[in-house]
Each structure stands twice: as structure tokens, then as C-alpha cells.
């Protein structure tokens, strides 16, 4: 997914979304000081389960915040 992708669906009127991060993506954490890769964030996460990450984040470029 690029950039310009993430940009738009953060537009106040954008569209509700879901993202589906990689083992490679950089996560940040809430604080935002420390990154780590997908496979980190998610290391205890079992296979075809999912995990909400409360909080505002850097990912794919773009700070996201989750309600």
C-alpha cells in the first residue's frame, strides 16, 4: 500500500479501515520513541487471530490512532 494511499484514508471524511501489517512493517509504540518491526509487535499473536493496538502510532508512514 503507498503513502499516498494511507494519506487519503486519513482524511477526516475518509472511509473506516482495517490494516494488515507485514512481519517487516515498523510499528511505534504509544509513545512514539521506540519502533519495532511487525514481527516483534505481534510475536505472541497465533496464526488467524488479530489484535487491535490501542493508542496513536507510526505506521506506514503516518501516524494512525486508534479509538
Request: net charge positive; charged share 25%; hydrophobic share 35%.
Amino acid at each position: 500500500m503507498g503513502r499516498e494511499w494511507c494519506s487519503f484514508l486519513l482524511l477526516p471524511k475518509a472511509i473506516p479501515f482495517h490494516l494488515r501489517l507485514r512481519q517487516s512493517d515498523r510499528i511505534s509504540s504509544c509513545s512514539g520513541k521506540r519502533r519495532q518491526t511487525g514481527e516483534r509487535v505481534f510475536a505472541n499473536l497465533q496464526v488467524g487471530k488479530h489484535c487491535l493496538l490501542s493508542g496513536k502510532r507510526w505506521v506506514l508512514g503516518g501516524r494512525i490512532y486508534y479509538k
